[in-house]
């Protein structure tokens, strides 16, 4: 397993505050257009507005990770993206338009209030995604919360293979810092604005 340099010990502690700071800010402002999308969802297709799954946490702790339901119900929850027969055949209408744009990430914001993600860290794996798991477990990037964006996330997103964004995500387990995060950050904004790396079905796509 590759060692985490990162001798800072007081930034965990600074990064969860930032987190709890944002959080508390940006989901009252966001509510009304979450449940905008929460309506749009329930409009469009049958089931849930919301999609439930078992995700890898720190040091490789279970969590349930939430999302804006994109995908009929038939679709197998723990079945990775990538290895979907045609997943883009699963998408509803509205559930195209929230991939695009990354909305259906925006339930995550509970996860990082709740402590079980940070707004920049490695993507959180399906549980059974047991080659990325043991992957980043080589590269030390087991050892971070995971986030709602990382440096994968801003280096090829789904068009990368998984030894990649593994890589990437033990690189991040090194550097990570204030300013590496803020990096990340401005970074992710761009790349969701601009779609880069977004492929669906994409090997990096969890």
């Known amino acids: ?22 959080c508390l800010v940006l989901i009252p402002l966001l509510l009304f257009p979450m449940g905008v999308l929460a309506l749009a969802i329930k409009l469009d297709s049958k089931g849930p507005v919301l999609f439930k799954q078992k995700r890898v946490g720190k040091n490789n702790i279970h969590f349930t990770i939430l999302k804006f339901r994109t995908m009929t119900v038939d679709t197998d929850a723990d079945t990775p993206t990538h290895l979907l027969k045609s997943p883009e055949d ?38 059974n995604q047991y080659d990325l798991i043991a992957l980043r477990d080589e590269n030390g990037a087991s050892t971070c919360t995971p986030g709602l964006s990382g440096w994968a996330q801003v280096n090829g997103r789904d068009t990368l293979t998984l030894e990649e964004k593994a890589r990437l995500d033990g690189e991040y387990a090194e550097k990570q810092s204030f300013l590496f995060d803020a990096k990340c950050f401005f970074l992710t904004l761009t790349s969701v604005i601009s779609a880069k790396g977004n492929k669906e079905g994409g090997t990096g796509n969890v």
């Open 90 to 127: 699963k998408l509803t209408k509205v559930g195209k338009v929230l991939r695009k744009l990354s909305l259906d990430e925006l339930p995550q914001l509970f996860n990082i209030l709740a402590g079980d993600m940070s707004f920049i860290g490695p993507r959180p794996a399906l549980w």
């Open 1 to 22: 397993m590759r060692k985490n340099t990162n001798r800072n010990k007081t930034y965990p502690k600074f990064k969860r505050l930032m987190d709890l700071s944002m």
